[in-house]
């Protein structure tokens, strides 16, 4: 059976995973401009694997992003991808996000399948050639995928996750994931602090990602530029991006995350089919 919801607002609070609980308390949140510079050139440009042309130019929406669940096992967690969406919207200003029932009006799809068919459906999505190529490179336990234009606008992006994993490893997939369809695309070993690095687990969206995200999502960063356009920029980027992490983490930013929209600062509304792979498509996943 496949079931899709769409989830107007926000969600109560609940009891958080204690393994998640644990990482927050012990997370770091103070960083340099330097740090989270260097995260960001070694997220934001490269990718896990990628087929077709290289080149090193940032990626990203320049549209409404809208998620649409595409649920084909259990337990029932489209809810919790919808409130995974509400997060991320709480904490990314300029990315206009949401969860919709509408397939026809997404441009990411999050497919959640039983962990034994998790291969089948990389195979069913991506072609066996590329689904080999995949399954020897990256060994995945969830995927990303992402299709751009030749402008490097993310038109595209797929998720599969696997549904049946227990509740730590299903949220540290699915905010990795979901975070990575919208453009920081590759994991790096030598960023201790971020997500996007296989010897790191988290759980919840981290204060670190939080800055790589907002400086991706800058309207001053554009789709296509390079590393030299966007080291430009960073100066007067850094200030603005650290007023509005601050606030989102904020008691007020907290309130919107537990069930309160403080701002409504994208006038957000929860609104073509699964995302169509073509030769720029470039794939990440979590080990």
């Known amino acids: 059976m496949t079931a899709a919801i769409a989830i107007n607002g926000f969600f109560p609070a609940q009891a958080e995973n204690s393994a998640i609980s644990m990482r927050r308390a012990a997370e ?24 077709g042309r290289h080149e090193e130019r940032i990626r990203k ?35 206009d996000v949401a969860v919709t029932a509408d397939r026809k009006n997404a441009n990411v799809v999050v497919i959640l399948v039983p962990r034994r068919d998790f291969a089948r ?14 399954q020897k490179s990256l060994h995945p336990e ?18 599969i996750l696997p549904v049946d994993a227990d509740e730590f490893q299903f949220y540290d997939c699915a905010y990795e994931e979901l975070l990575q369809s919208l453009g920081l695309i590759n994991d790096d070993s030598s960023v201790p602090w971020t997500m996007f690095n296989d010897d790191v687990q988290m759980g919840f969206f981290d204060v670190y990602d939080q800055y790589l995200v ?6 001053r960063i554009l789709p296509g530029m390079t590393k030299g356009e966007v080291d430009t920029l960073l100066p007067d ?4 991006v650290r007023a509005w992490v601050a606030h989102a983490n904020s008691a007020k930013g907290e309130s919107a995350r537990d ?29």
Not at 121 to 134: D, F, H, M, P, V
């Open 237 to 240: 980027i850094f200030p603005t």
């Open 214 to 219: 907002n400086i991706l999502y800058d309207p």
């Open 259 to 287: 069930g309160v929209d403080v701002d409504k600062r994208n006038g957000a509304a929860p609104s073509t089919a699964s995302a169509v792979y073509s030769q720029y498509t470039e794939a990440q996943r979590r080990r």
């Open 142 to 159: 969830c995927l990303s995928g992402i299709a751009k234009d030749e402008t490097y606008r993310i038109r595209r992006a797929e998720v």
């Open 28 to 51: 770091r949140t103070s960083f340099s401009n330097e740090e989270i510079r260097d995260g960001l050139l070694k997220t934001a440009f490269r990718a896990e694997l990628q087929f």
């Open 121 to 134: 459906t990389i195979r069913s999505r991506y072609g066996e050639s590329a689904a080999n190529k995949i």
């Open 61 to 95: 929406f320049d549209e409404a992003v809208r998620v649409f669940v595409d649920n084909h096992g259990a337990p029932a967690r489209t809810a919790d991808i919808a409130a995974i969406v509400n997060d991320i919207h709480a904490r990314v200003h300029h990315l």
